[in-house]
């Protein structure tokens, strides 16, 4: 993938501030909720896992978690820590044409603000190849749209976000999370896309409840 970011780079630096040193308090909350999404999920997948906090807390409740980086110095990292469970970490460019890992659940952190805005339905088609249909992408997606393009990482709106997965999924829940790391707060949000079957046609958005608070 052709990025104006070396990420391998910046991993060799310790120039990483987007690695708090644990798994996102959002993430956390939903993998103790009794009704989880992750719930029965029998592999998830985690693109841009970086050194694998996310990869670590969902193996501790899922069969089998794959998580992949473009850096080889951030799977190594990943690599380093004790294992939670049936975790896999690979160096693995999410954005390939030809990526395949089936799944039946991703989650999305940090990755998609990551590319650059023009690549982004890239992500989404690697996305729809890899989760059978009813799968879920999770996301805590960055949100900054008062400066959408001075990135990485790059902020989106709620709508652009929605728009750009509505041809292949469709959008399930969406709400601000309770908590967020403090640096973040105000820019995160939480939404869930459904994988549609291949020879569905988008639906009609549905007015999903979104428990934001007005701005």
Known sequence: MSDPVDWNARWHSGETPWDKGEAPPALVEELQRPESWFRN?????????????????????????????????????????????????????????DFHEPCDAIWEH???????????????????????????????????????????????????IIAGFAADFELSEARVPERSYPSRQGREWWAVFVRLPASSAPPPHRGVADSRQSD
Do not use: M, N
């Not at 110095?73 to 294992?83: D, F, G, N, Q, Y």
């Not at 805590?140 to 652009?160: K, M, T, V």
């Open 110 to 160: 940090t990755c998609l603000c990551a590319i650059d805005p023009a690549r982004r339905p890239s992500y989404v088609a690697s996305a729809a190849r890899c989760l059978r249909p009813g799968g879920v992408l999770v996301g805590l997606f960055y949100l900054d749209p008062a400066d959408p393009d001075d990135g990485p990482p790059f902020g989106s709106s709620r709508e652009q």
């Open 41 to 97: 999920r029998r592999r998830v997948l985690v693109p841009g896992c970086g050194s694998g906090h996310d990869v670590r807390r969902l193996a501790a409740r899922v069969p089998a978690v794959v998580g992949i980086d473009l850096s080889a110095k951030a799977i190594e990292v990943a690599r380093s820590h004790p294992p939670a469970g049936g975790e896999d970490y690979r160096v693995d460019d999410f954005l390939r044409d």
